[in-house]
Antibody, heavy 118, light 110 residues
């Protein structure tokens, strides 16, 4: 069974950095794209980007290019999403997702709530 | 403003059927597979339909998907109160090189 287990909720101040993680199990981590989806409070889903762990090929949605960094560590089957300087507008739930064929998002993590407030 | 267009809400009585539409363009729905996701209150989304009309294991055949041109439709029959959720369509957009979603449709089972 595919499982994506995300790190816990975070409360940060504007300007701080942050890395959240997603540990995968139940499949060969290196051979599936793994990505991130943002859901702001009371809003819909927004795809941020994804990475192919085998060669670290990383693609970003135009809306998130330059705003975040996606990475993956094959040795521990873990993907990460990183901010260098958080803003209040980064407050949201973040889901890691496994990409299946046809770009379906066939497995979802439980979500990590990030709250940015002074 | 979402790239794909869905109605904000739909409703129907228990046991009835409901359809949710998803409209896009030639660069997304028109040339790529469509998926549908169900998000129950307070939970992560779950894949409901993929490749336009296929169901993952464990998804009942009360759920079905179809696609025609640049539009797709999700159908749910035999509605139950447990079907109350937000539903999202999603696909790849070849112009944006990104996964795009509809704005979501809230299903109420009256």
């Amino acid at each position: 069974e595919v499982q994506l287990v995300q790190s816990g909720a975070e409360v940060k101040k504007p300007g701080e950095s942050l890395r959240i993680s997603c540990k995968a199990s139940g499949y060969i981590f290196s051979t599936s794209w793994i990505g991130w989806v943002r859901q702001m409070p009371g809003k819909g889903l927004e795809w941020m980007g994804f990475i192919y762990p085998s060669d670290s090929d990383t693609r970003y949605s135009p809306s998130f290019q330059g705003q975040v960094t996606i990475s993956a560590d094959k040795s521990i089957s873990t993907a990460s999403l990183q901010w260098s300087s958080l803003e209040a507008s980064d407050t949201a739930m973040y889901y890691c997702v496994r990409h299946g064929g046809g770009q379906r998002l066939d497995s979802w993590g439980q979500g990590t709530l990030v709250t940015v407030s002074s | 403003q979402s790239v794909l267009t869905q109605p904000p809400s739909v409703s129907a009585a228990p046991g009835q059927k409901v359809t949710i539409s998803c409209s896009g363009s030639s660069s997304n729905i028109g040339s790529n597979y469509v998926s549908w996701y169900q998000q129950l209150p307070g939970t992560a989304p779950k894949l409901l339909v993929y490749d336009n009309n296929k169901r993952p294991s464990g998804i009942p055949d009360r759920c079905s998907g179809s696609k025609s041109g640049t539009s797709a439709t999700l159908g749910i029959t035999g509605l139950q109160t447990g079907d109350e959720a937000d539903y999202y369509c999603g696909t790849w957009d070849s112009s944006l090189s990104a996964v795009v979603f509809g704005g979501g449709t809230k299903l109420t089972v009256l």
